[in-house]
């Protein structure tokens, strides 16, 4: 029995799938404008972790995860520069190349933290003719009404708008009086497609009622799911940022266009920030896995922090933090090196890890830090670290490749150097094991390799 957390029903509820063993989850994506930054890696770090138990667990899960590679505005309220238009004049390319560009530099960096490949991987560039077809069953059903900048959704005829995020729109309709674009019906009506304005510059526009526009930035996820998964689909995952505009949106467009409910569990998750502060360009806290590279951690080393908390926690990533998740994962795969070098556990006088327990904590809610703690304190043989590496992606044995009959012999030619008071060579062994990143411990059943780092 697994059980996640709800933001539908706001409680913990029982996963059950639909269809039984097969599960259809959608997670939406970045926008291909820039590097992802630890934040936004962080949230599909956890969805992966959802992944794996969900497959442990016996089902077999239809994922996708979409690239928004079509310039969306940079507000919620349909307002502001487009991210990608802005991205392309700064770094004087097309918005296709940045869009091209970082869409692969954020596939890299799903595959270097070692995260199971989504089903498929959809842009949202591919989906214009279904966008359009949305719009038009909209239209049809009377949910739009037009307005000089584009079409906008009528959320007063989307009778339930307000209930998954507990919006007071009274309190919205107040505070947003100031600014409010006096050509909208309600302050919480969106843009489900935008005109390119006559001299506006906007490289992305497709024809739509016989002149250029855009989709809204919501409308994607609703075609993308409604084309590829169908609805509705079992688990729905996001940020917490996510709830109050663009899922709300989601729903409202998508429920109100299919009369189907678009999805059973929605997941979200909380947001890190860098020692105490906000991620943002103005801090000068933007950090990507290549910043993290250059000061001496993986990916891997980053994916062992994020699971030592929950996807559901405010969370402080530090640098020291960091270090002290490299060290654990570093302590596990030298452990990982004792079990290659000593065949028989029966020395093993600590608890024995569990797979049963660890596949618990982690259909608790997805409580991957019980499992790290319960790594920490048990022993475990290799086929245990086989398990733990399909539950937690740290790619733990394959980084940690078995040199045992590789560094015999000079294991034993400084032991045999050391017996015979050689220290100088047994010294000039140690010392070119260690360029080679090995390092030995002298253990009371004699000299065990580890790796330094
Ligand atoms: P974006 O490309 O800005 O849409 O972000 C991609 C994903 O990362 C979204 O699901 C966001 O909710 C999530 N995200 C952005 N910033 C953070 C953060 N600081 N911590 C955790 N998740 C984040
Ligand atoms: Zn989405």
Known sequence: MIKLYNQLTKSLDEFQPIEKDNVKIYTCGPTV???????????YIYWDFLVRTLELSGFKVNRVL???????????????????????KKEGKTVWEIADFYGAAFLRDFRSLNLVEPTKIARATDYIDEDIKLVNLLTEKGYTYETSDGIYFDTSKFK???????????????????????????????????FVKPGEDHAMQWEYLG???????????????????GLPIDIHTGGIDHIPVHHTNEIAQTEAAFDAKLANYWLHCNFITIDGEKISKSLGNIFTLDDLKERGFTPLDFKMWVLQGHYRGERNFSFDDLA???????????????????KDFSDCSEKKFSEIEALKSASNNLNSSEILAQIDNTCLKLEDWDYIDRLLGLDLLNSTPDRTAELADKIEAREEARKAKDFATADKIRDELVKDNITILDTADGPRWQYLS
């Open 33 to 43: 404008y820039s590097y992802a930054h630890i934040g936004n890696l962080t949230s």
């Open 66 to 88: 979409n690239l928004t590679d079509v310039g969306h505005l940079a507000s919620d309220a349909d307002e502001g520069e487009d991210k990608l238009e802005k991205g392309a």
């Open 324 to 342: 002290a998740a490299k060290t654990r994962r570093l302590n596990w795969r030298n452990r990982i090196a004792l079990a290659y070098q000593s």
């Open 211 to 229: 002149r250029p526009g855009y989709p809204g930035w919501h409308l994607e996820c609703s075609t993308i799911i409604k084309t590829v998964l």
């Open 160 to 194: 339930t708008y307000a209930d998954f995020a507990k919006l007071d729109l009274d309190q919205m309709r107040a505070g947003a009086r100031v600014k409010f674009n006096s050509e909208k019906k309600n302050v919480s009506d969106f843009a489900v497609w935008k």
